[in-house]
């Protein structure tokens, strides 16, 4: 498997899980959808286009211009396989999304990035896990980093519309066992890039 293909997979895998689990972000996508319909949760589905900017560049920028790169890396590969097990275990264990617990105050884009700003989802994901693994993948050239970052937010974003799209037709979906299925199959493959980083922190430090 080249190295293109290889963080692609990464950025998809990621990027769906991201997507599809339950949290601040999709809730606002439901909560939107369930009251203004579709497009209204897609303008959410939208915000981490512009609240991550300033973070990717930020923790990249800073990852890769620190001293002794090496060691650091590895204790931040610890540090995201711990991150990527919690968030996989979570999955697995999903049961289905609590609609109720959408029901908060209409949310407009503008809210929604500056909930996406104020969570610290994305802040912890780019520092764990997403400027590490971008910066392995500049080591075999522009492509592979690009391609990652590309295939990570498709399907941040797409699952999140995907969601607003389904919920403006049956608001069931996020209780159904297709759902969780979904969930559970993203949790065991964030368990396997657990693994991943586990051995990269280890091939870092020693």
Same mark, same amino acid.
């Not at 693994?195 to 020693?206: A, C, E, R, S, Y």
């Given at each position: =498997?080249?190295?293109?293909?290889?963080?692609?997979?990464?950025?998809?895998?990621?990027?769906?899980?991201?997507?599809?689990?339950?949290?601040?972000?999709?809730?606002?996508?439901?909560?939107?959808?369930?009251?203004?319909?579709?497009?209204?949760?897609?303008?959410?589905?939208?915000?981490?286009?512009?609240?991550?900017?300033?973070?990717?560049?930020?923790?990249?920028?800073?990852?890769?211009?620190?001293?002794?790169?090496?060691?650091?890396?590895?204790?931040?590969?610890?540090?995201?396989a711990v991150f990527?097990?919690?968030?996989?275990?979570?999955?697995?264990?999903?049961?289905? =999304?609590?609609?109720?617990?959408?029901?908060?105050?209409?949310?407009?884009?503008?809210?929604?990035?500056?909930?996406?700003?104020?969570?610290?989802?994305?802040?912890?994901?780019?520092?764990?896990?997403?400027?590490?693994?971008?910066?392995?993948?500049?080591?075999?050239?522009?492509?592979?980093?690009?391609?990652?970052?590309?295939?990570?937010?498709?399907?941040?974003?797409?699952?999140?519309?995907?969601?607003?799209?389904?919920?403006?037709?049956?608001?069931? %979906?996020?209780?159904?066992?297709?759902y969780i299925w979904?969930?559970?199959?993203?949790?065991?493959?964030?368990?396997? %890039?657990?693994? =991943?980083?586990?051995?990269?922190?280890?091939?870092?430090?020693?």
């Open positions: =498997m080249t190295a293109e293909i290889t963080f692609l997979f990464m950025g998809t895998v990621l990027g769906l899980s991201a997507g599809f689990s339950p949290g601040p972000l999709l809730t606002l996508v439901v909560s939107e959808s369930l009251k203004y319909g579709k497009s209204e949760g897609m303008k959410v589905a939208l915000s981490p286009l512009i609240t991550d900017v300033p973070i990717v560049a930020a923790t990249i920028f800073l990852l890769s211009r620190l001293p002794d790169i090496q060691i650091i890396l590895g204790i931040i590969s610890f540090a995201g990527l097990i919690h968030l996989g275990w979570e999955n697995i264990r999903f049961g289905g =999304m609590n609609l109720d617990a959408a029901s908060v105050k209409p949310q407009s884009l503008k809210k929604g990035i500056v909930a996406n700003f104020l969570s610290p989802n994305p802040y912890l994901f780019w520092l764990t896990i997403g400027a590490p693994t971008a910066i392995k993948a500049s080591d075999a050239g522009f492509l592979p980093p690009s391609l990652f970052l590309l295939g990570f937010y498709i399907c941040l974003v797409g699952a999140k519309v995907i969601v607003a799209v389904v919920i403006g037709s049956s608001r069931q %979906f996020l209780k159904s066992r297709i979904i969930n559970r199959f993203l949790g065991a493959l964030l368990l396997v %890039f657990a693994v =991943m980083f586990l051995w990269d922190g280890i091939k870092f430090l020693f």
